[in-house]
């Protein structure tokens, strides 16, 4: 298996679209239509600062994430998912550290995400890599089923 993570361009890519769509369905499965927090991607703005990663078993696509500024030094963790039977093979941990890079090189200092309490897999994911649970913020404030996390990237904000 010779996973390579790839940034892409997300307009009409069949691939993001198509894992996304994966995803979705699986927190729908999970939780009220309301605390699903989707992106649009027939809106343009919504995704035009946002950065997309796909993991590749050669060809195949296997598992994606994103990247999008919140703040003047923070990013956000958007849609984050690795197929299930890919999974425990160190594949989300290789997006993780892909997307986590973009984000100091591009000189943020926090990445901060969400996650549902019914995914102990991920909160445990996430707190392995260094992530530590934060207040509520954003379109998140009023979920009560969001948890929040946020991770120091070593970059200081310039003054």
Not at 21 to 47: G, H, M, N
């Amino acid at each position: 298996m010779a996973i390579n993570i790839r940034q892409v361009d997300a307009n009409n890519n069949a691939d993001l679209l198509n894992l996304i769509e994966k995803l979705d369905q699986y927190l729908f499965e999970r939780y009220p239509a309301d605390e699903v927090f989707v992106i649009d991607f027939t809106d343009s703005s919504s995704i035009s600062d946002t950065i997309f990663m796909i993991a590749y078993d050669d060809e195949r696509p296997v598992g994606c994430g994103a990247i999008r500024p919140i703040e003047s030094n923070v990013i956000e963790l958007k849609r984050f998912y690795v197929e299930p039977e890919y999974r425990k093979q160190g594949i989300a941990g290789k997006i993780l550290n892909q997307l986590e890079e973009k984000g100091r090189d591009l000189n943020y200092s926090i990445l901060r995400l969400e996650a549902g309490e019914q995914q102990p897999e991920a909160i445990h994911f996430y707190k392995k890599h260094g992530y530590y649970e934060i207040e509520r913020y954003g379109e998140y404030v009023n979920c009560e089923s969001s948890l929040c996390f946020e991770k120091q990237l070593g970059n200081v904000p310039s003054a």
